[in-house]
């Protein structure tokens, strides 16, 4: 029985995913380096510093730890700037209505999230009070496509891994989802999920409870 719903947040609640690649593209342009949609893709769910690592050896380019600080903490700014120029009601559409539904439905719901600056986007939103639990880049070490984020928001919720669906739009967290054992929802095109849909205002959480 599904009693759970865990949320990525960037591309699957907020329409953020296309600022964590406007700053990735930015910084690769100053490196020297090429990053298209396709790399892009490749680093949805990942983690900023795993994130940098790739574009890196996608480049041939070895840098000191300090230097990865120097790009990490620039391109968090640029991301961050761009976050602020977007309207603070700013969401995917159905996000809203659909985390209020779950919770109506009797369904916990938590954020399972690699973003540091999830708590960030959330208060923007006035979002906080709709969740159960909060599972961000903050609180794991380990970067999707390991299962870590999604185990621990199950398990903040007091449940197990089957009582929960996963809601993602990347592929590494919906090979996250798997490795934990959770149903997936992929949100977008070509994910391995067990329902695929363009946006949350395509289902109710009943249709997902019945998984
Ligand atoms: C994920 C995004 O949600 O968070 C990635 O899909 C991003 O693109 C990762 O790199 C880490 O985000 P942040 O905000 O901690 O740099
Ligand atoms: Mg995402």
């Known amino acids: 029985m599904i009693r759970g719903f865990l949320f990525d947040l960037d591309g699957v609640l907020v329409d953020t995913a296309q600022y964590h690649f406007l700053a990735w593209q930015r910084m690769a342009a100053e490196l020297g380096i090429h990053f298209g949609e396709a790399e892009n893709e490749q680093l949805k769910g990942v983690s900023r510093a795993e994130s940098l690592n790739r574009i890196l050896a996608w480049g041939g380019k070895s840098i000191s730890d300090a230097e990865k600080q120097h790009w990490m903490t620039l391109k968090n700014e640029w991301y961050l700037e761009l976050v602020r120029g977007m309207p603070a009601d700013d969401y995917l559409p159905g996000a809203h209505e659909f985390l209020r539904a779950s919770r109506a439905a009797g369904i916990k719901v938590a954020l399972g999230s690699a ?8 208060e923007r939103l006035g979002w906080i009070p709709l969740f ?14 390991d ?56 289902l109710t959480p009943e249709q997902v409870a019945h998984l």
């Open 115 to 122: 973003s540091k600056n999830a708590p960030l986007i959330l």
């Open 132 to 145: 159960d639990a909060l599972v961000d880049g903050n609180v794991v070490t380990a970067s999707k496509p």
């Open 147 to 202: 299962p870590e984020v999604f185990l621990e928001g199950a398990r903040r919720l007091d449940l197990k891994p089957e009582e929960c669906v996963v809601f993602e739009d990347s592929e590494a967290g919906v090979e996250a989802a798997r490795r934990g054992g959770m149903k997936v929802v992929g949100i977008g095109q070509g994910l391995d999920a067990d329902l695929l849909v363009t946006g949350l205002d395509r």
